[in-house]
């Protein structure tokens, strides 16, 4: 068990880390850089990270899968109706236009989860956990009559998310969020479909 003063520097480390695999890349940062940004040294780099860099990474990994719900919040959670989903919709194109390159989600799936086996664990379990809370709000709106019986929730959450992280993934090559409006809109009008 950490003490406060040694959480939050594990915290620090761990937020380090993330912005700078955000600001240049996994590949080009290295333990000094985390450490000059995190006002740490090594012996605490690997105080905190005793297996080095692949277990500080699989701790940025968890912290951005966190962050990609928690930015959805509280609307994800209360999918039950049509000004719900607008809000959620609108909430996740806002969040990542203004988070842009360094948008958790780009992050976690093109930097840290093709890298390390713990990191790809921890980017399914996000995705599953993604994919139930939006199969939660299909579900209910379906036994409030509001979405069609027909629809699949597994299928249309999973196309959900695919539709966000293609268009964050354009997004993030072109600084442009129309591809990630329009994917969304046009899962949010099948949904709607009467």
Known sequence: MLTAKGAATRDRIVAAAAAEIRERGIAAVKLDDIG???????????????????????????????????????YLGQLTSWDAWSKWRDTVVEKYRRQGVHCPLGVLITEIGRHTPAAQAVTGQLLAQWQRRLETGIEDMQAAGEIRADVDPTRAAAALIAAIQGGVAILMASGSATHLEYALDLCLDYLSAS
């Open 36 to 74: 000059r940004r995190s006002r740490t040294g090594k012996s605490q780099l690997f105080h905190y990270f005793p297996d080095g860099k692949e277990q500080l990474l699989l701790a940025v990994a968890e912290r951005e899968a966190e962050q990609v719900i928690e930015d959805q919040e509280p």
